[in-house]
């Protein structure tokens, strides 16, 4: 018949079980800590965003719109672009780490504020159609944060201010 015995409690259910197992390492300040991977792409992206930053500032000041292929590095999310060679992307675990001393942020603003200065004065073809469902999330990805300088946030509403379909 059923078991009655009353000396071992019943395991707690499973999800609760891997709930507790699966607890992912904090910084101190109660904030996930990124993974190894998302590190280690995070340092790629930081690489490119200075090493390409100044050529793309350069570009969009010579033609006044987008030519090359740099959306992904200028408007990061958490997907990577299909065609982007280094398949980077960020979590909201390490944007924090694009800001600040060693990061590429100068030349990246620069370059944000330029594409912000561009669209508002020529509208959105400043920035090829392929691209708008990139904008579109870019948006909607960095809406949902708050750990940024007033540049970022700045550029972000600039952004905003267009409809970018996503797709």
């Known amino acids: 018949g059923p078991r009655t015995s009353a000396s071992s409690p019943p395991p707690p259910p499973l999800r609760l079980r891997i709930a507790m197992d699966s607890e992912e390492p904090m910084e101190s300040d109660g904030t ?9 792409i995070l ?10 930053c100044p050529h793309i500032f350069k570009e969009l000041q010579t033609c ?23 398949e980077s992307y960020v979590t909201r675990e ?9 990061t590429g942020e100068e030349e990246w603003r620069k370059v944000l504020e330029l594409i912000c200065d561009l669209l508002e004065e020529k509208g959105m073809d400043v920035l090829p159609e392929i691209d708008h469902g990139r904008i579109h999330y870019f948006i909607k990805f960095w809406k949902g944060l708050d750990d940024f300088p007033d ?6 509403q600039r952004f905003d201010k267009f409809d970018w379909p996503p797709r």
């Open 43 to 52: 340092e790629r992206l930081i690489a490119q965003q200075k090493e390409e």
């Open 94 to 102: 390490t944007v924090p780490g694009l800001f600040g001393e060693g």
């Open 64 to 86: 006044g719109r987008k030519e090359g292929h740099w959306i992904w590095w200028v408007c990061p999310t958490e997907m990577p672009g299909l065609c982007d060679p280094i």
């Open 151 to 156: 540049w970022m946030s700045s550029c972000i």
């Open 32 to 40: 996930p800590t990124p993974d190894r991977e998302d590190q280690r």
